[in-house]
Structure formats: C-alpha cells, structure tokens
C-alpha cells in the first residue's frame, strides 16, 4: 500500500462530506480533516521534516490528534505517541531514544513537553486541541511523501515494567493491513458506522482498530479527551455510536454508571474488548444490560496490535480471545521453543504481517524478542481442541504456591462472580514455607457489603485448594495503566505484607 496516509485521501475522495472526527460540538468532515492534515504535512516540511525523521506528539483523545498524526505521516515522518500524563523526565527519554525531530503537544500539557524538548534540544510547538493551527501551514501538501510499507510509521514504546520502555517499530505494512483487517473482517465497518473512541489513541489498540480502521472504512468518530463512563454513555447516545471499543474496566465502569439506565444506547450494534482478560462475569453483565455483543481480542504493541479475535460470524467463546486473524500464526512454545501439547498452557508466539520490525535502536531485544521469526509475546495461554486460545496470565505474572503453578485470572475470573465485587487484582505474597502465597485485593460495588472471610469462602468453594487467595483485602480503587488496565504490580497491600 505505501503510505499509510493515502487511505485518508482516498476515503475523503470517496467520502468527503461526511462525518469522519466529532469532539463536543465540533465536527471534521473527511475533506476538512484531510484538508488540515495536508497542511500540518506542509508546515512540518517548513520545519525541516523530512522522510524518515521521527515526530513526538503529545496529545489526549482531541480532533488534533488524527489530524497530526496523519499530517506528519503525511510528511514521511514517523510518529512517536506519548501519554500527555508522562512526566518531563519519562518525555525527554522518549524523545532522545528515538531521536525525535521535533514534538508536537497540546497546549495544556506544552510545560512539561517544552522542559524536555529543550533538554534534548528540539522545537516543541503547541497546539489547540480542536484543530493545530501553530502547526498548519497556509495551503495543504499535495501528496503523500513516498514510503514503503517496511518503512517506520510509528513508534509505540512499551511500557517498560521491566526497565526502560522499548520502542516498538511499527511500519506502514504492519498498522495498514492490521486496520484493514479489524476494519473489514472483525468490525465489519462501513461508512454508516459510528466509532466511539474512548481508548487511548497513543496506544496501538486506539489507534488501529479505533482511528485507522475509521479512516479506512470511512467511519465517523467520536472523540472523548479522557474516559468517563457516564459521558461515554451520553456520548454513545447523543452521536448514535454503533461500535464500542474497549478495555475490561472501561466495560465494568459503564455497568456502574449513574446513568446507566436513563441513556439510549439501542444504536450499538458491537462492542470490542481487548488490552486485557475480560471476566466472563463482567462481559455477561454488560450484554445483559445494553442488549449488544462484547467480541474479545488479543494483541500486543509490538503486534500492531490485533493477533487473535473472536470472529463474526463464528461461534463466540467467552472467557477466549478467539482464533488468529488472517495471515497471523500462533503456536505456544515452552521456555525452550517446544511446541507444547493441545490443553496445555505455553507462551504465546507469534509470526505475520503484524509482527513489528524490530525495537527501536535495540538489536539485542529485538533478537531476544525475535528469536526465530516468531515474537515471544511473554502471555502464557492454553488452546482448546477447536482451536481457540484461552489467556492464562503473563509469563511473570505466575505465582508458584508450593511447586503448583497458579495463574491470577482464575482466581479473579472467580471473586469476579460474587454480586459484591467490581474490581479485583491476585498478587504474588512471600510466603517461607510454601515459597509464595495468594493475595486478592478488591474493590466492591457502589453501596455493596461483603467482608474478606465471605470472600475467602466464596474462592474456596469454587477453587482447587492450591489456588484459593488465603489472604484478601479490600480497597477502595486499583492502580490502572494509561488505557485504563489494572497494573498488579503497582497494587498496595496492608503494611507489614512484602510483594514477591
């Protein structure tokens, strides 16, 4: 395809006058989005941009967001997303590890970017966050810089819990053919179809199956500068939103909503999870109660991101992140490579058009995350006899209790199933006799009781002896990642109780 950018000229030839991006009462047909994005392009070219430099954009969920991003793809760059919640210090090693040309930040966040873009000694330009003007130049670039699809379109660092982000390389090859795939065969979109996007677009989820597969579809898309799920709700109401995209407690807060009764949400036709397991109990809940479809997913940064889905039309499992999308290949693979048995949990690896081309100035990760052609994704997952996959937890995230492997999602899939509970997170404890224990911290419902020993006894009766949390507390929230992800390993235990 070239680049990724063409498919916004060809959607506003085909689909110009109507909605492609919507923020509170603004709205960008696909000519005038395309139209700005064609100018930010010419104004990064005025800048000294050129085919191959790297641009930082530090931008939430705003109409600015697409249009940047698609101008300075545009322009030949490659795009650099960053959370606007990151401190100076975590921006200014981004923006020195990828060799950033110059950073791009909405006006609200523009301190702490112009901080680190001074010590790294480049241009920061603020923006609006409806339209960039600072960035636009008077008249629109004419056609998109030529690119291959093994050329960088974005690089997405990872979240670094094991030392320094990793920027994972995205090529135009790789973010194409995964949105036109999630587009056409997952999402089914069209262009009579509206995208709630609430998930982060500085995360590959958000920007794959959220902003690129609308473009390529021609899709309208409405914008939330930060998730809330009453607005998420009255937003899905107010602009018809036929498909929700999604992490797990995004999905668990709308169920919680104050206005979760008094919204029309009828118009949805298809809600999407992925970035995380998401409990049976809660994906239940959700269908129940907005009578639409939860189809759950898997895949990663370095993976574009979408490696397996539940596909329409097939027969839908829940707890499952479904089959390998088209051109995609999963084995599991025990620590020496070895396939292993069918039922038996392995490390998920992965091989396809997806896959990204490397990390970014790492050779040496990118051989020990690529060792053979297939990523080591680090998920550990079990296959089924029809051949979907079931996530059992993250290779580090095992907690071995006596010499038996215990995977946390069991045990949340479990206290997930008490009325009472609304979050939950299971934690690794020391334990000297045993090598390790199992801790469950919870939150409850709005206005539910339950104490820890009711929750203790609910676990036991449904779990094997190995694998009941002997300890539980409850807490009023959990730690959550940027796209709204519960991170265990920021979770807070009582003083006194030692992590692993």
């Given at each position: 395809?070239?680049?990724?950018?063409?498919?916004?000229?060809?959607?506003?030839?085909?689909?110009?006058?109507?909605?492609?991006?919507?923020?509170?009462?603004?709205?960008?047909?696909?000519?005038?989005?395309?139209?700005?994005?064609?100018?930010?392009a010419a104004g990064l070219v005025a800048r000294g941009v050129t085919p191959g430099d790297r641009v930082g954009v530090v931008l939430p969920n705003v109409s600015s967001f697409p249009i940047v991003y698609y101008g300075a793809l545009m322009a030949?760059?490659?795009?650099?997303?960053?959370?606007?919640?990151?401190?100076?210090?975590?921006?200014?090693?981004?923006?020195?590890?990828?060799?950033?040309?110059?950073?791009?930040?909405?006006?609200?966040?523009?301190?702490?970017?112009?901080?680190?873009?001074?010590?790294?000694?480049?241009?920061?330009?603020?923006?609006?966050?409806?339209?960039?003007?600072?960035?636009?130049?008077?008249?629109?670039?004419?056609?998109?810089?030529?690119?291959?699809?093994?050329?960088?379109?974005?690089?997405?660092?990872?979240?670094?819990?094991?030392?320094?982000?990793?920027?994972?390389?995205?090529?135009?090859?790789?973010?194409?053919?995964?949105?036109?795939?999630?587009?056409?065969?997952?999402?089914?979109?069209?262009?009579?179809?509206?995208?709630?996007?609430?998930?982060?677009?500085?995360?590959?989820?958000?920007?794959?199956?959220?902003?690129?597969?609308?473009?390529?579809?021609?899709?309208?898309?409405?914008?939330?500068?930060?998730?809330?799920?009453?607005?998420?709700?009255?937003?899905?109401?107010?602009?018809?939103?036929?498909?929700?995209?999604?992490?797990?407690?995004?999905?668990?807060?709308?169920?919680?909503?104050?206005?979760?009764?008094?919204?029309?949400?009828?118009?949805?036709?298809?809600?999407?999870?992925?970035?995380?397991?998401?409990?049976?109990?809660?994906?239940?809940?959700?269908?129940?109660?907005?009578?639409?479809?939860?189809?759950?997913?898997?895949?990663?940064?370095?993976?574009?991101?979408?490696?397996?889905?539940?596909?329409?039309?097939?027969?839908?499992?829940?707890?499952?992140?479904?089959?390998?999308?088209?051109?995609?290949?999963?084995?599991?693979?025990?620590?020496?490579?070895?396939?292993?048995?069918?039922?038996?949990?392995?490390?998920?690896?992965?091989?396809?058009?997806?896959?990204?081309?490397?990390?970014?100035?790492?050779?040496?990760?990118?051989?020990?995350?690529?060792?053979?052609?297939?990523?080591?994704?680090?998920?550990?997952?079990?296959?089924?006899?029809?051949?979907?996959?079931?996530?059992?937890?993250?290779?580090?995230?095992?907690?071995?209790?006596?010499?038996?492997?215990?995977?946390?999602?069991?045990?949340?899939?479990?206290?997930?199933?008490?009325?009472?509970?609304?979050?939950?997170?299971?934690?690794?404890?020391?334990?000297?006799?045993?090598?390790?224990?199992?801790?469950?911290?919870?939150?409850?419902?709005?206005?539910?009781?339950?104490?820890?020993?009711?929750?203790?006894?609910?676990?036991?009766?449904?779990?094997?002896?190995?694998?009941?949390?002997?300890?539980?507390?409850?807490?009023?929230?959990?730690?959550?990642?940027?796209?709204?992800?519960?991170?265990?390993?920021?979770?807070?235990?009582?003083?006194?109780?030692?992590?692993?």
């Amino acid at each position: 395809m070239g680049n990724l950018a063409q498919s916004l000229l060809d959607t506003a030839a085909k689909e110009g006058r109507r909605p492609a991006l919507r923020m509170g009462d603004t709205v960008l047909t696909y000519d005038e989005f395309a139209e700005a994005a064609g100018r930010v392009a010419a104004g990064l070219v005025a800048r000294g941009v050129t085919p191959g430099d790297r641009v930082g954009v530090v931008l939430p969920n705003v109409s600015s967001f697409p249009i940047v991003y698609y101008g300075a793809l545009m322009a030949g760059a490659a795009v650099v997303p960053m959370n606007p919640l990151l401190t100076t210090r975590e921006i200014h090693y981004k923006l020195e590890d990828s060799g950033a040309r110059l950073v791009v930040a909405a006006e609200g966040s523009a301190q702490a970017v112009a901080e680190a873009a001074g010590a790294v000694g480049i241009e920061a330009v603020p923006v609006d966050g409806v339209r960039p003007g600072a960035l636009m130049a008077a008249h629109a670039s004419a056609d998109p810089a030529v690119r291959t699809d093994d050329d960088v379109a974005a690089i997405l660092y990872t979240s670094g819990t094991t030392g320094a982000p990793k920027g994972a390389e995205l090529t135009h090859g790789n973010l194409s053919g995964n949105a036109r795939t999630t587009a056409q065969t997952l999402l089914e979109a069209t262009p009579d179809d509206v995208v709630m996007g609430c998930l982060p677009l500085f995360h590959a989820f958000g920007l794959t199956c959220g902003l690129n597969a609308s473009v390529l579809s021609g899709a309208g898309m409405t914008l939330l500068p930060r998730f809330d799920a009453a607005a998420a709700l009255s937003l899905i109401e107010r602009d018809k939103a036929t498909i929700f995209a999604g992490v797990p407690t995004m999905y668990s807060r709308m169920l919680h909503a104050p206005n979760v009764g008094a919204v029309d949400v009828t118009r949805l036709r298809l809600c999407v999870s992925g970035g995380a397991a998401l409990p049976a109990e809660v994906m239940r809940s959700f269908e129940e109660t907005f009578g639409c479809g939860v189809l759950e997913g898997y895949g990663l940064s370095e993976t574009s991101p979408v490696v397996t889905f539940n596909h329409p039309p097939a027969e839908r499992r829940a707890g499952s992140i479904g089959t390998p999308i088209d051109g995609v290949e999963v084995r599991l693979v025990d620590e020496r490579g070895r396939d292993v048995p069918r039922g038996e949990v392995g490390e998920m690896a992965v091989r396809g058009p997806n896959v990204m081309k490397g990390y970014w100035g790492k050779p040496q990760e990118t051989a020990k995350a690529i060792p053979d052609g297939w990523f080591r994704t680090g998920d550990l997952a079990r296959q089924d006899t029809d051949g979907y996959f079931f996530i059992v937890g993250r290779e580090k995230d095992v907690i071995i209790r006596g010499g038996e492997n215990v995977y946390p999602r069991a045990i949340e899939e479990v206290l997930y199933e008490h009325p009472a509970v609304a979050e939950v997170a299971c934690i690794g404890i020391p334990n000297p006799d045993l090598g390790e224990d199992l801790g469950a911290v919870v939150v409850l419902k709005p206005g539910a009781s339950a104490d820890p020993d009711e929750l203790r006894a609910w676990a036991k009766a449904r779990l094997a002896a190995y694998e009941y949390p002997r300890h539980v507390w409850l807490v009023d929230s959990l730690p959550h990642g940027p796209t709204g992800k519960i991170l265990r390993r920021a979770v807070q235990v009582p003083p006194g109780v030692r992590r692993r």
